[in-house]
């Protein structure tokens, strides 16, 4: 269970709150160095936070994921609810000690065009809930301070309300894209027809020109010809006769 994880000698708190916060953004869909970077140094600083997720139009969001998960464990341990009331107002106070450093850090005013706030993570609900227990204006001190509490249940809505941001800004481009495509492939279609219907015309003027010429042939170069074959001198096979091209180029219809 969750007692006996946390006790095991191996875990780290901070470390066990990051891999947690690193299952909440796997359950949200978002794509590492992508939709989010993990220990990121904030340019001109040397803080790094958790997670920094990116937004669209430029925007991020910090996440710190560092919340006092170890000031939780004597609450569970506590022998009676007297003892357990005074651990939740001990650990009550541990997190708005830590929510107040965190909203000083300003994170906003080094993400240039970013929301005014930071997202304290708590790894489970348990935490969330016994903080409130222990101090019920934990939420208001986090509006405060430019800080929100949240869940992995609230994470994750978060996180999908932003995907969802992501998506909305990925249709918006591909719809501008499309819309250069669509541009392009007309005023390529339209030089494609002006070369048929240039094609067209020769073909037209090469018809006319054809029939003319046999036209001709027939009215003064075969009938002499044939008065070769009428004197015996002509070859063994009769002159053909050549027809004329009445097929003509088939024009676009104008559109309606």
Known sequence: DLTSALRGKATRWGSWGEMQLRRVVELAGMLD???????????????RPDLVVYLPGNQRIVVD??????????????????????????????????LTELGSKSYWDQLEGSPEFVVMFLPGEGFFSAALEGDPSLIEKGVEHKVILATPTTLIALLRAVAYGWRQEQLAQNAQLISELARELHERIKVWTSHMRDLGTHMERAAGSYNKAVGSLEARVLPQARRFEELGA???????????????????????
């Open 33 to 47: 160095h992508v939709d989010f970077a993990e220990q990121q140094v904030l340019p001109g600083t040397h803080d």
């Open 65 to 98: 994921s560092k919340a006092v998960t170890e000031a939780y464990m004597p609450v569970v341990e506590a022998a009676d609810e007297t003892q357990r009331a005074v651990r939740l107002t001990e650990y009550a106070a541990k997190v708005k000690k830590r």
């Open 234 to 256: 002509g070859s063994k096979d009769p002159l053909p006769d050549l027809p004329q091209v009445e097929t003509q180029p088939r024009e676009l219809l104008p559109p309606e």
